[in-house]
């Protein structure tokens, strides 16, 4: 027996069909996903976020887990980071960024309050950018965390959130 599908349901199965191919593309060659939390604007600033030299970045010996990015779901600010699984020390790789970072015109945030987190700032075309490295654990797996997070907004001098 035959099934026949309406117009509509042709229509919507390659709508489907396509949504889904051209999602997978852009997942794919972007290794990101802006997901609904970014407005236009912010989603337009994500894959330059993500495209940032300094996120390929690494110490020897670290090796990329986990590529991220969109926006935040109770603001909308655009992020971009990476987990790298890594071995040695909390001062092995501070160290390594502390000159890569600084090659790539980031500039060190002050802190009001100690943290093992360090955090960095240059601007990114239009928009203020933040950069953070901490290290921590992800199932299980131990490493750091590199991520670039922005603001079209005024931003406190210490990054405030996004720091």
């Known amino acids: 027996m035959r099934v026949r599908r309406s117009r509509f349901g042709k229509i919507a199965a390659g709508a489907a069909g396509t949504a889904l191919l051209l999602g ?11 997901g609904p939390e970014c407005g236009a604007t912010e989603a337009g600033v994500v894959p330059v976020l993500a495209a940032q030299k300094i996120l390929a970045a690494h110490p020897d010996g670290a090796v990329v ?9 109770d603001d909308p600010f655009p992020y971009a980071g990476r987990f790298y699984e890594f071995t040695g020390t909390r001062e092995e790789y501070t160290s390594f960024y502390e000159t890569a970072v600084r090659t790539d015109g980031w500039r060190p945030v002050v802190r009001d309050e100690p943290s093992q987190d360090v955090c ?21 797996v131990r490493g750091y965390g590199i991520d670039i997070s922005a603001s079209y907004g005024e931003t406190p001098e210490n990054g405030g959130l996004l720091c």
């Open 24 to 34: 997978g593309l852009a997942y794919a060659t972007m290794g990101t996903s802006t």
């Open 65 to 73: 887990r986990d590529r991220h990015a969109g926006c935040f779901a």
């Open 120 to 140: 960095y700032t240059k601007r990114i075309g239009e928009v203020t950018a933040f950069l953070s490295l901490g290290g921590h654990s992800v199932d299980g």
